[in-house]
């Protein structure tokens, strides 16, 4: 079956632009998360949204990230007036319900670099 | 906070050795374990769970045991193969999934013929 799908798997931009990054979870998941993977800092979790709601954006790195998803299903992660250090893969996963024993399940995430 | 503590590697092994990659883990109250991998040019991929104090979470021949009493999770495979070649992610769960698994930092696994 269908797992989730992350777009683009690929991104080069130049300091300073705005990127999109989009997700598609399994359908029936109602569970979303974001995290990034990079060298130094290991996989950190960023946001968690239940169907369209994200409790909780602390864990976003600053105020140039942001995140929506509409519908129940896809989700874009919005970062803007890119800097290096956002250089990493960003990778999403989705689950049943966000409760605590169902395991999450992942993309292959988006390389994203930053010139 | 919470938080995961393992081995980072590299460790290479010869193929058909025993592997154990150490696992422990900080949080409160009862969170439940995952092992994930992630093979060369692939995404995360769960490799097996344990959701409450005891259970043995199993699969592809690997094996780890949740310990409350010395809060590890230990993996371990009797014999392992070349295509186990990956890195190796423990992480936890402690917030109804609110806030997201806490992970290791990797366990670079190397396997040579």
């Known amino acids: 079956g269908a797992g989730v799908s992350q777009s683009p798997s690929n991104k080069v931009t130049e300091k300073g632009k705005d990127v999109e990054l989009r997700c598609d979870p399994i359908s029936g998941h109602t569970a979303l998360y974001w995290y990034r993977q990079s060298l130094g800092q290991g996989l950190e979790f960023l946001i968690y949204?239940?169907?369209?709601?994200?409790?909780?954006k602390s864990g976003l790195p600053s105020d140039r990230f942001s995140a929506e998803r509409t519908g129940g299903s896809v989700s874009t992660l919005t970062i803007q007036r890119t800097q290096q250090e956002d250089s990493a893969v960003y990778l999403c996963?989705?689950?049943?319900?966000?409760?605590?024993?169902?395991?999450?399940?992942f993309g292959d995430g988006t390389r994203l670099s930053i010139l | 906070g919470d938080s995961v503590t393992q081995m980072e590697g590299p460790v290479t092994l010869s193929e058909e050795a025993f592997l154990t990659i150490n696992c422990t883990y900080t949080a409160t109250g009862y969170p439940s374990l995952f092992w994930y991998v992630q093979y060369p040019g692939e995404g995360l991929q769960l490799l097996l769970k344990a959701t409450k104090a005891d259970d043995k979470g199993s699969n592809k021949g690997f094996e780890a045991t949740y310990r409350k009493e010395t809060t590890s999770f230990h993996l371990e495979k009797g014999s392992v193969q070349v295509s186990d070649s990956a890195v190796y992610f423990c992480?936890?769960?402690?917030?109804?999934?609110?806030?997201?698994?806490?992970f290791g930092k990797g366990t670079h696994l190397i396997i040579q013929p």
């Open positions: 949204f239940q169907g369209n709601s994200a409790p909780d």
């Open positions: 996963a989705s689950s049943y319900g966000g409760v605590t024993n169902q395991p999450q399940h």
């Open positions: 992480a936890l769960s402690s917030g109804g999934g609110a806030d997201g698994l806490t």
